[in-house]
Each structure stands twice: as structure tokens, then as C-alpha cells.
């Protein structure tokens, strides 16, 4: 039987260009972000400066080692603190314990198994914030050691202890197209590199705040990214359904992934004890527990095993890649997927073989961070390139320009064809261009301690949920007219800081042909909008958006009658600018929206709707890796200029040059907000951001050990945008949250290696890894062999 | 040992009296007594400069003084940095869209008004707000809304 949609599915992705308006319009534009006045004025209230009368404070104790059997635990000292109202353990959740997204293997509090560090044994609600902490310092754990692994590759190996019964092997992933092994090649790169994770260092720490009704009903206010999967944690953990849990965003201070998933668990832990004590509690996390126990970036171990033909030409890529889940699956398997299918980036390569493994050790779990498994795959995957361009005696953009995808050649290593145009060589060679890569190199430079490199990142960026995630892949909006003109907008998908308040005002604002200033766009509350998914895999403008395009088309299939019964026209003659209704092709007739809202209220017509949005479907084979995994695509590339001080092994990044190929342009300087925090936050996980982790446990949870760039650290940031290649999101635009961090690290890397001429393997690139590198390059390497020697004959006696 | 102890401040220029624990922080008095909540507390370390206040016009990190000894000076939160209006340093981080999240904004508004004050120039500027983090903007639109205020301050009639 023929399908119905067949048709549809073989045309190339299509925009939604909304509805006809004949001003310019706001898109495009840099209006005040609708946020902006009051939080300068220190007026925003996020979750920590809320309080009801009566109001108790939540705090948890938590396990100091990674790997434990749970023998007793004593609460009675805790419940001895002034203060206290309540101390609660495993057995006192009235739903499930369960807090895991996808797979049911994290509990809320431990109930028989501690497997890292900062797993909750009991959660305390208190009258003061101080009175919680001492209380939960007070709970007595007896804990007995059980065998822990904290290696991924040693993880999946024979033997190694289990962090779960079912072994540590959480998924398996691969891409093979081709043949690697019968592949012929000039050159053969093999490498292996230990990136590290990254902590998201979001300024306001995790909080929520939990508002019961009797045991019937419950409202959550909560500093997160997901609404729906607050909602679905604690409906879970109390066992209501999922009508009597109302979450509502707070305004958020940061989240980069960090508060997609995590935040439901000190939500759940919050709403369980409003329901034992019947108060508010709020649960507001300090920031060396925040830093402790909350998911990370992945670290990854990435094997490669790369071949291209003399003339420079990529003919094989083989990479093997062990993601560190940590002691949870948490969505470990979805950052995998990405990880997988990211793993050879823009580039034409006829033979490729991924395997992508996620595996459980006892370190900290590891979850959605900006980038989502890609930055790891393509810091790699970047390095390699270099590589086989030295190896092959090629200037690296060069090499890159022979091997990228373009107009000709536009299969993806899943064989997905990219629609045309491609911009990805138009990415690099802007990007080249802004950061003067010719003139750079046309200079000489002395070889002195003081070195200067330029490298290149280069990166494709599925848009959206890969197919994987697909079903999640919808997104709901409501839109009112309000009788004085003003628009009131409901999205599914929250504003993190990156704007998203800014582009859904800008897109309805462009759809309803009205001033951005008179629409308002509200947080997101799970009990006004339909479930819409995660804000993640930068799709907030995208999903959003293509829902608000919606519901103006079904509004106006009540406001075009009324205008048009004004101007004297047909309905299907109105057109919206300006913020007037007004005859297609006669600009001298016209009316104010506003006038036809307060007519429309006149005459009790519904002045709202609803719209919808879900992705197109895409068909992707698992099992091969071959297919569509993503809707579309976007490149970015970065340029990095550095200095490094040879000697000390300390980087100072001075310029990116970022090239985006962003679709369209919604809002400018949302835009370059996007990309110049993206950028400055992958140089600081390429460079400082250290996870120091000692037995599972991090030892360096503040501000002053994990070094995030400040003011006076980060780079001079240039950009160049690139619109016009096709997306399937509102006006054409694509996301940018991701792709302006993926690539910055990668670029870093290349530039440092080009500076001291020695590769670095190992991510994040600092002073002693840098000097490590550079082994007998190092200017002292004399001082240390010597030093090494001293210490080799003063330690030979002592071990007999 | 006393259970409290009476901390008067000039609070964004008017004259406020506190009884408070001796031991509570300047930060928890502004947010708990004074009902200050524009003062963010970012990691409780003076560390990240969410809490900055001015005291006697020195930016200080909120979190880290004492309430009792801020007594008898001078302080400036968030909410009292413009005069009515918002500073010109607050005007021009909106209009350069220096702000996102906003979590770290309020600090950064304060230890920006101080760096303008004090006649701050280029390099000065970048390192006083060294001490406020922003993960963020990557802090391009928050030198250049700082640039503008000063240039803006210069610039005005005397």
C-alpha cells in the first residue's frame, strides 16, 4: 500500500517562513531583550529570594565515598537540632524511589547501594537553611567498602567490578559504511585521547521550591530547563498523576544542560518533604555539594585509527569511543547517540566504522552539557585531521578544504544527503578570513619561550533531537490577543539565560506584525502548555517558535475576518505590519491591531489559540548507524589564536573567529550573545576546567580550584554569520546554543600544537599537561630529567 | 554570649537598624532583613562576586563580611545603584545586551559603578571585573556596555 507521505518525505527541508507580513519586521533585529531591565536592576526573583510564611529549608546528606554497601543509618542526632521538622530516609517516599530518566537504576535516596560520591542517604527539612545542613552533617551512615571502578575502559573489561548487577556495558552505538579495513591509504594516524568532562558552572546554584496542597496536589517553582521532566520526577516519587504536579520555571541562572536533567532530583527530594510536613519547603543547593553531585560533561576516551591518500584525500576513519557514564545511566545513552554519529564531523569520508560505548565506573554521573557528547568526538576528530595534514605536508585548512562536505559531496557519515547549500566550506573560509590565517602565516616567528598558534575547529551539529529522542521532538505555544492589543505568548520551552523569551517575542512579534514591546512571553508552567519536550539540543528557538507560528495562523483565522470586515476587504487580503492590519497592496487603508483586538473583544470572539509543533520523521537504522538522525544540520567553525608560554605550559587564548551558519538571523544580538559565551565556554573546558577526581570523589568543587574564564581570561571574540542554508525552523532559522561552543576547544588544541609543535593528547590542555607533552621539547626538560634522576636514587634504597 | 547584636547601615542612602546573630553575614542581612534580594549568593566563598556590594564605595563580596562589621557604614546593593533611575552603566548593559542569565548581573552592575566611579580605564576595568564571573555572555557585551558607560559619564555635561 502506498504511504500518504511519501511525497512530503522526499522534499528537501523546508522552513516555515510564517505568515505573509510586508514590513521588515522585527526579525533580524537587536530590540531590548524583554528580560533585560529587571534583572540589571536586580528585581528578578529566582527561587532563592522566594519565601511563604512558614517555609521549612531542605538539605541532604550525602555519601562520602563512591562505592558502599548502605549498612544503617542513624537519623537521631539529626532529628535532635533545633529546628528540624522532618529527616527522611528510602523508606519514606510514598512513590517510587526512583529518580532515572531512562533507565530505572538511580535511586532518590540509597536504600541499599552507595555508587558515587554524593548519592543522598536522607533529605532534612528545617526551619533555617543552617539548621538543615548541620542536621544532615548529623545523620550516621554505616557504610562498607565494596570494590569500585573509576576507569571506563577498565570498566568494560573482564573482571571489573560491577557498578550495576546487569555489568557496566550501558548501550553500544556504531556507524559502519564502507570498509575501513580494505580501505587504501598513504598515511595511517592512530591516537588515543582522554578528554575530560567539564562542570557547568551555571552562577545561580540548583533550587526549587515546593508549594503541597494537603496530599492531594502539588506545586513546584524550580530553577531548571525541563518543566516536563520535573513533572514526570516528582508525580513519580509522591504517586500522583501527572495533572496534580504544577511545575513552574523560575527564572533561571544559567543551565548549559547542567539543569535539564538534574534538577528533578532535589525537586523530588523537595516535594517529598512538603508532603511529610505539609509545608513549603525550598532546597537550595550550596555550591560545593552543587559542584559534588551533579551530572557533568562526559569524559571520553577516543581512539582513532585515521587513513587519506598522498594528494590529502580522507579514504578511512575508524573511531572507537568509551563515554564514562558515571554510577547512573541518566541520559548517558542519549549523549552517546549524539557522540556517535558526530564522530567524523563535515567531511567526506567513504569509509567510516564507529562504535561508541556508554559504560558505568562509580564517578559522578555525567549528563547533558551544551554540545552533548559532540565536542568530545570532534576535539578529536579535529586533532586527527591536523595530524594527517602534517603527515601528508598539507597547511591544515587546505587539507580540510579538500575533505569537506559541499554541494557535490553532502553525505554525512550516516549517508544522510544535506540539503544544498552546504556551508560548510563557506564556514571555514570565513572563519580562516576573520582570523587572518594567510597573513599569520606568511610571518616568520622566532622560536623563543613566548610561542603563537593559529588552529582551526571545524564542526557539523545535528539540529534538534536525534531520532532517537524523536518522540520528544513537539512543542506546544499559546497565543492571546489581549483586548488593549498586547499579546501574551505561552511556550513550552524555557529561557536559560540564552534568549529564548527574546526570540519567541521576536517571532510572534514578527508573525502578528506587532511591536516586539507588546508581546509578553511568559515562563514556562506545566499546567499551560502541553508537554514540550526538553529545552536542550538547541532546539528553544526552533520548537517554540514553529508552535507560535501555529497558533498566529489559527488566531488569525478569527482576527482576519474582524479586520477585514474594518478595512472593507476580503479576510484572506490582510496583511499585518507595523502593528496594523491593512489591505494586501493598498497601504493606504489600514487599522491599528489593537482596534481589532478591542473588537474582537467586543464582540466576544476568541482571541486565542493554540499551536502545535512536532519534527518530521526521519528514518535512521540503529543497528548500522546508517540514516537520518537529525532533521538538519549546522556548521560552525572556529579559529584559534593563541600564545603559550613554552616554558610554563600557560595558554593564553587571544582571538576566536567563529563562522556560523545560523539559517536566519532572529534576533542579532541574542546571536552573538550565544556565540560568544559558547566560545569562551569551550576555550575554558579546553583549557583550565580540570575535573580533579580522586577515587570518584571531586576534589576541587569551588570556584577557586575549577577555573572557569574570567573577564580578563577570555578571548576577543569575531564572528561572521552565514544565513540562507535551509532548516525547517521559524523564518529559517537554526539553533546556536551547541554549535557555538563545539568546535572553540578543538581550534585551541590545534593552535597550541601548532605552536610548540609536540601533540597534546589529553583535554584540558593545562600548564602540566602542556609541559608533559612537550617531554624532551620542553626548554628545562634537562632540569627535570635530572630532578627525576635524584629522585630515582633516593627511592631505590626505600623500596627494598 | 549575646544572641544579637544592632548593626545601623546607611542603606542605599538611608539609615537602617538591624538586631542580628553575630554571626550572620552581611549577605544574609540584605536578603533576609532587608529584603534585599537583588544581592545573589553565587557560592557563599567570595569566589564568584554575585554577592558584591559597596561598602563605603569599595566593591566588597557580601558573603564574606560580617554584618556586625559593616556597622555604622555606608552600603550600596544592587537596588540602590542608580538614583531613582537605573546607573548608566545598568542602562548600557541593557542596551548592549550584556545580560543573560542575570544571575551574575547584579554584582557585575555593582563592581561596574565602582570601576566608573573610580575612573577605571581600559585594562583597569577588565581586571576589577576579573573578580565577577559570567558564564554566560563570555563578557564582550558587558566591557563593551562598561566602555560605553564611561565614555557616556565623560562625555555628560558637568
Redesign the interface.
Given at each position: 500500500m502506498p504511504r500518504r507521505d511519501s511525497g512530503a518525505r522526499r522534499k528537501a527541508v523546508r522552513s516555515d517562513h510564517g505568515p505573509r507580513t510586508t514590513d521588515h519586521g522585527p526579525l533580524g533585529g537587536c530590540h531590548e531583550r524583554p528580560d533585560a531591565r529587571a534583572k540589571v536592576a536586580g528585581s528578578t526573583r529566582y527561587v532563592a529570594d522566594l519565601a511563604l510564611p512558614g517555609m521549612l529549608h531542605a538539605a541532604a546528606a550525602v555519601s562520602p565515598t563512591a562505592a558502599a554497601r548502605l549498612v544503617a543509618l542513624d537519623t537521631a542526632a539529626a532529628r535532635a537540632v533545633a529546628g528540624v521538622v522532618a529527616v527522611l530516609t528510602a523508606a519514606d517516599i510514598p512513590g517510587a524511589n526512583l529518580v532515572g530518566v531512562i533507565f530505572p537504576d538511580q535511586p532518590l535516596l540509597v536504600a541499599d547501594r552507595v555508587r558515587m560520591v554524593g548519592d543522598r542517604l536522607a533529605v532534612v527539612a528545617a526551619r533555617s537553611p543552617e539548621a538543615a545542613w548541620r542536621a544532615a552533617a548529623l545523620v550516621e551512615a554505616t557504610l562498607e567498602p565494596l570494590p569500585a571502578v573509576h576507569d571506563p575502559v577498565a570498566a568494560l573489561a573482564a573482571g571489573a567490578a560491577r557498578v550495576h548487577d546487569g555489568g557496566n556495558l550501558v548501550k553500544a552505538f556504531r556507524v559502519a559504511r564502507g570498509d575501513t579495513r580494505r580501505a587504501r591509504a598513504d598515511v595511517v594516524v592512530e591516537a588515543v585521547y582522554h578528554v575530560g568532562g567539564q562542570e557547568h558552572a551555571y552562577l545561580e546554584p540548583q533550587g526549587c521550591l515546593a508549594i503541597p496542597e494537603g496530599r492531594t496536589r502539588i506545586t513546584i517553582v524550580a530553577s531548571c530547563q525541563c518543566p516536563f521532566y520535573v513533572q514526570q520526577a516528582v508525580a513519580r516519587v509522591l504517586g500522583l498523576p501527572l495533572a496534580a504536579v504544577r511545575v513552574e520555571q523560575a527564572p533561571t541562572g544559567g543551565g548549559f544542560g547542567g539543569k535539564e536533567d538534574y534538577p528533578s532530583e532535589p525537586a523530588a527530594c523537595a516535594a517529598v518533604l512538603a508532603f511529610a510536613t505539609g509545608r513549603p519547603v525550598r532546597f537550595v543547593l550550596p555550591r560545593e555539594l552543587d559542584m559534588q553531585g551533579s551530572t557533568k560533561r562526559h569524559a571520553m576516551v577516543i581512539r582513532h585509527r585515521w587513513g587519506a591518500s598522498r594528494d590529502g584525500r580522507l579514504r578511512f576513519a575508524e573511531v572507537d569511543t568509551v563515554l564514562d557514564a558515571g554510577a547512573y545511566a541518566g541520559i548517558s545513552t542519549v549523549v552517546g547517540e549524539r557522540a556517535n554519529v558526530s564522530a567524523i564531523g563535515p567531511y567526506h569520508v567513504p569509509n567510516v566504522l564507529v562504535t561508541t560505548r556508554v559504560a558505568y565506573t562509580d564517578n559522578l554521573f555525567g549528563g547533558a552539557f551544551r554540545g552533548f557528547g559532540a565536542p568530545q568526538v570532534t576535539w578529536a576528530a579535529e586533532a586527527t585531521i591536523d595530524r594527517l595534514a602534517r603527515a601528508v605536508g598539507l597547511d591544515p585548512l587546505e587539507f580540510r578544504r579538500r575533505n569537506v562536505l559541499d554541494d557535490r559531496r553532502r553525505r554525512t557519515c550516516t549517508g544522510q544527503l544535506l540539503p544544498r547549500p552546504v556551508l560548510a566550506r563557506a564556514c571555514l573560509d570565513r572563519a580562516a578570513e576573520l582570523a587572518g590565517w594567510d597573513e599569520f602565516h606568511a610571518r616568520e616567528r622566532a622560536a623563543g619561550p613566548e610561542r603563537e598558534g593559529l588552529g582551526i575547529g571545524l564542526a557539523l551539529y545535528g539540529c534538534n533531537l536525534h531520532h532517537g529522542g524523536q518522540h520528544l521532538d513537539r512543542s506546544s505555544a499559546v497565543v492571546i490577543v489581549q483586548a488593549d492589543g498586547s499579546v501574551v505568548v505561552r511556550v513550552g520551552l524555557t529561557e536559560i539565560g540564552q534568549g529564548n523569551l527574546t526570540a519567541c517575542q521576536t517571532i510572534a512579534a514578527q508573525a502578528l506584525g506587532v511591536d516586539p514591546a507588546v508581546v509578553q512571553v511568559w515562563q514556562p508552567d506545566t499546567t499551560t502548555v502541553a508537554d514540550s519536550g526538553p529545552t536542550v539540543a538547541s532546539r528553544g528557538a526552533h520548537a517554540s517558535g514553529m508552535a507560535i507560528l501555529d497558533a498566529v495562523r489559527r488566531l488569525r483565522a478569527r482576527l482576519d475576518p474582524v479586520a477585514a470586515e474594518l478595512l472593507g476587504c476580503r479576510p484572506d487580503q490582510v496583511v499585518l505590519a507595523n502593528g496594523r492590519a491593512a489591505i494586501a497592496g493598498e497601504p493606504g487603508r489600514s487599522v491599528e491591531v489593537a482596534a481589532v483586538a478591542a473588537e474582537m473583544a467586543a464582540r466576544r470572539i476568541e482571541a486565542a489559540a493554540t499551536g502545535w509543533y512536532r519534527s518530521r520523521p526521519r528514518r535512521f537504522d540503529a543497528e548500522s548507524g546508517l540514516g537520518a538522525p537529525y532533521e538538519s544540520y549546522a556548521v560552525a567553525c572556529h579559529v584559534a589564536k593563541v600564545h603559550v608560554d613554552a616554558e610554563l605550559g600557560l595558554i593564553r587564548v587571544a582571538e576566536v573567529a567563529a563562522a556560523h551558519d545560523v539559517g536566519r538571523v532572529i534576533h542579532r544580538g541574542a546571536l552573538e550573545g550565544q556565540i560568544e559565551g559558547g566560545v569562551v565556554q569551550g576555550v575554558g573546558w579546553g583549557t583550565t576546567e580540570r575535573l580533579a577526581l580522586e577515587r570518584g570523589r571531586l576534589a576541587n568543587p569551588s570556584f577557586t580550584d575549577y577555573l572557569i574564564p574570567t573577564a580578563a581570561d577570555a578571548p576577543k571574540v569575531t564572528i561572521a554569520v552565514l544565513e540562507g542554508a535551509p532548516s525547517g525552523g521559524p523564518f529559517g532559522a537554526k539553533g546556536i546554543g551547541e554549535p557555538s561552543l563545539i568546535p572553540a576547544a578543538a581550534a585551541v588544541r590545534n593552535a597550541v600544537v601548532a605552536a610548540l609543535g609536540v601533540e597534546i593528547d589529553t583535554l584540558p590542555l593545562t600548564p602540566p599537561t602542556v609541559v608533559a607533552a612537550l617531554g624532551d621539547a620542553h626548554p628545562f626538560a634537562w632540569v627535570a630529567e635530572e630532578e627525576n634522576e635524584d629522585a630515582r636514587s633516593a627511592a631505590a634504597p626505600a623500596s627494598r | 554570649m549575646v544572641d544579637r547584636v544592632t548593626v545601623t547601615l546607611i542603606l542605599n542612602g538611608e539609615r537602617r537598624r538591624f538586631e542580628v546573630p553575630p554571626g550572620r553575614r552581611l549577605l544574609d542581612l540584605l536578603?533576609d532583613d532587608a529584603g534585599?534580594?537583588?544581592?545573589?549568593?553565587?557560592?557563599?566563598?567570595g569566589?564568584?562576586g554575585?554577592c558584591t556590594v559597596l561598602l563605603d564605595g569599595v566593591p566588597v563580596t557580601s558573603c564574606l563580611v560580617l554584618a556586625a562589621s559593616a556597622d555604622g557604614r555606608e552600603v550600596v546593593?544592587?537596588?540602590g545603584l542608580g538614583s531613582g533611575a537605573?546607573h548608566p552603566f545598568?542602562e548600557a548593559?541593557?542596551?548592549?545586551?550584556g545580560?543573560?542569565?542575570?544571575?551574575?548581573?547584579?554584582g557585575v552592575?555593582v563592581t561596574g559603578a565602582a570601576a566608573l566611579a573610580r575612573g577605571a580605564t581600559g585594562a583597569e576595568r577588565?581586571?576589577l571585573?576579573?573578580?565577577?564571573?559570567?558564564?554566560?555572555?563570555?563578557?564582550?557585551?558587558?566591557?563593551a556596555a562598561l566602555d560605553d558607560a564611561a565614555e557616556g559619564t565623560t562625555d555628560a555635561p558637568a
Open positions: - | 536578603r534585599l534580594t537583588g544581592t545573589k549568593e553565587g557560592c557563599g566563598a569566589e564568584c554575585a546593593t544592587v537596588e537605573l545598568q548593559l541593557v542596551a548592549r545586551g545580560v543573560q542569565c542575570g544571575f551574575c548581573t547584579p552592575a577588565v581586571r571585573l576579573a573578580g565577577n564571573l559570567c558564564r554566560c555572555t563570555g563578557y564582550a557585551k558587558i566591557l
